[in-house]
């Protein structure tokens, strides 16, 4: 199994930061869930939200009212959307997958370092 | 929130030694879902222990978790080169879910 992260490295404050995850090897439909967790030097890792097989998602209640993470099975890639950014969203983000709680990091993609700046 | 602590910050230790190190969490960790991860320098979290206990495959024997509730520990009991890095403890057992700080080994 592997995860790629994809998208712009450089977003403007109070736009949508939008990431997608492109998993190889393996059906995303047949995993329990998938994830996405961003690490910066002030904030730390800091779990950002998942998605299950049947499409439930759960978000961190911090990030909750900006944050949209859905999947397409049929291109096997799931996707993470980040509303009203500001320089405090500037981190390196990882997509995962997770087998027994939405919050399991068990494979990690190499991660997308993204900046937020005018 | 369930709020992670690691010690010591900072580990300087020399290759071959054997080491133990803590995580504490605030409230009890729900069904002991506590994972471990090594993260070396440029690299993404790698999955080292699951469920307090349980090594991932393909991890080497060297590494070994325990603990329950509140308190959990790693131990390596052979300093490899690759093993100087930062470890991390992570809850997902309870939503949301959280990291500790990291604890940084370092060579000596």
């Known amino acids: 199994v592997q995860l790629q992260e994809s998208g712009p490295g450089l977003v403007r404050p109070s736009e949508t930061l939008s990431l997608t995850c492109t998993v190889s090897?393996?059906?995303?439909?047949?995993?329990?869930?998938w994830g996405w967790i961003r690490q910066s030097p002030q904030k730390g890792l800091e779990w950002i939200g998942s998605v299950s097989q049947s499409g439930d998602t759960y978000y961190n209640p911090s990030l909750m009212r900006r944050v949209t993470i859905s999947a397409d099975t049929s291109k096997n890639q799931f996707s993470l959307k980040l509303g009203s950014v500001t320089a405090a969203d500037t981190a390196t983000y990882y997509c995962?997958?997770?087998?027994?709680?939405?919050?399991?990091?068990?494979?990690w993609g190499q991660g997308t370092r993204v900046t937020v700046s005018s | 929130e369930v709020v992670l602590t690691q010690s010591p910050g900072t580990l300087s230790l020399s290759p071959g030694e054997r080491v133990t190190l803590s995580c504490r969490a605030s409230q009890p960790v729900t069904n002991n879902y506590l994972a471990w991860f090594r993260q070396k320098p440029g690299q993404s979290p790698r999955l080292l222990i699951y469920?307090?206990?349980n090594r991932d495959v393909g991890v080497s024997d060297k590494f070994s978790g325990s603990g329950s509730g509140t308190d959990f520990t790693l131990s390596i009991s052979r300093l490899d080169p690759e093993d100087f890095a930062v470890y991390y403890c992570?809850?997902?057992?309870?939503?949301?879910?959280?990291f500790g700080p990291g604890t940084k080994v370092d060579i000596k």
């Open positions: 090897g393996y059906p995303i439909s047949t995993n329990p869930y």
């Open positions: 992570q809850q997902y057992g309870t939503s949301p879910y959280t």
């Open positions: 469920g307090a206990s």
């Open positions: 995962v997958r997770g087998l027994s709680s939405p919050g399991a990091a068990g494979i």
